[in-house]
């Protein structure tokens, strides 16, 4: 499955839309514009997916990710000079995630086996990006990585 990714420019805080090839809407992204550590995943119809919430005072980056108030995933950034990050779900599933060295290109791999992609695009007003979803996998969850990617490696390069 195919989801495109586009943050919103003129918008207070960081809004997304994830929408499908015929631009219809599938998921809402939203990081609150005072909050450093909250970010939330929302269906079309508004009601809330995932919570993601970032470790505040961390060497690396840290998040975790809630779903009805349990806890579902933690990814944790790893030092590389290409970003990398591990990932563990709640049944103890281990998930690698990387990316090339402009990290504009990640790939996520559970046990050597490909679950979904996500490639920014080079030229676009705001950040935008294609997610490559495995079948079996959950595709609203795999948005939820993609904010992740997006708030560790694009946004936090820009506020510097």
């Not at 997304?16 to 550590?37: C, E, M, V």
């Not at 990932?87 to 060295?101: C, H």
């Not at 495995?134 to 993609?146: H, M, Q, R």
Request: proline fraction near 2%; hydrophobic fraction near 35%; charge should be positive.
């Amino acid at each position: 499955m195919n989801i495109y990714l586009k943050q919103r420019v003129f918008a207070v805080g960081d809004k997304y839309n994830f929408t499908d090839f015929n631009q219809r809407l599938l998921y809402r992204g939203k990081k609150p514009a005072f909050s450093i550590t909250r970010m939330y995943l929302y269906d079309a119809s508004d009601r809330e997916l995932f919570f993601i919430k970032k470790k505040l005072f961390s060497f690396m980056s840290k998040y975790k990710v809630y779903k009805n108030g349990q806890f579902v995933l933690q990814v944790n950034k790893k030092f590389s000079f290409k970003p990398k990050y591990e990932i563990t779900d709640a049944k103890g599933n281990e998930y690698s995630l990387s990316g090339n060295f402009f990290a504009y290109n990640f790939q996520l791999l559970l046990n050597n086996r490909p679950v979904g992609s996500v490639r920014k695009k080079y030229f676009s007003f705001g950040d935008a990006y294609e997610l490559s979803v495995s079948d079996s996998y959950d595709p609203a969850l795999f948005c939820a990585i993609a904010l992740i990617i997006d708030n560790c490696n694009h946004n936090q390069s820009r506020r510097r």
